[in-house]
C-alpha cells in the first residue's frame, strides 16, 4: 500500500486546511486509516481515526474543529481542519491500521497499530 498526502502548507491562526492522502495498491475498501501529527521537538500523536463502519475518534485537542472522512470510491482520506492554531504546527501523516486494531468504535491507538504511513507533510500555523 502506498500513501501520498497532499493540502499541507502555510495558514494564519483561525484558518482551515484540507489534507488528502490517496492510497494505492493493495487497498480494501474496509481497512481503517488515521492521521498523526508530529509537533517540532516534539514526538508524534494520533489526531484523528476512521473505521471501517464509518466511527471515528479525534484527539481531544482537535475535537470540534478537525472532521476526518473517506472516500472508497476514490480511496482517499481527507482531514478538514478548521480555526487552526499555532499549536496545530507540526507534520501530518495518514497511515493504514492493521485489521487486528480495526474495528467498529476503536480509538485512535498508538502509532504501532498502523501499518503503512505517507511521507508527511508540513502544516504551519502562525499566530
Known amino acids: 500500500v502506498h500513501l501520498v498526502e497532499s493540502g499541507g502548507g502555510s495558514v494564519q491562526s483561525g484558518g482551515s486546511l484540507r489534507l488528502s492522502c490517496v492510497a494505492s495498491g493493495n487497498t480494501d475498501s474496509d481497512y481503517c486509516m488515521g492521521w498523526f501529527r508530529q509537533p517540532p521537538g516534539q514526538g508524534r500523536e494520533g489526531v484523528a481515526t476512521?473505521?471501517?463502519?464509518?466511527?471515528?475518534n479525534y484527539g481531544d485537542s482537535v475535537k470540534g474543529r478537525f472532521t476526518i472522512s473517506k472516500d472508497n470510491a476514490k480511496n482517499t482520506l481527507y482531514l478538514q481542519m478548521n480555526n487552526l492554531n499555532p499549536e496545530d504546527t507540526g507534520m501530518y501523516y495518514c497511515a493504514t491500521r492493521a485489521p487486528f486494531y480495526c474495528r467498529s468504535g476503536a480509538p485512535i491507538g498508538r502509532d504501532f497499530e498502523y501499518t503503512y504511513w505517507g511521507q508527511g507533510l508540513q502544516v504551519t500555523v502562525s499566530s
Open positions: 476512521i473505521n471501517a463502519d464509518g466511527s471515528t
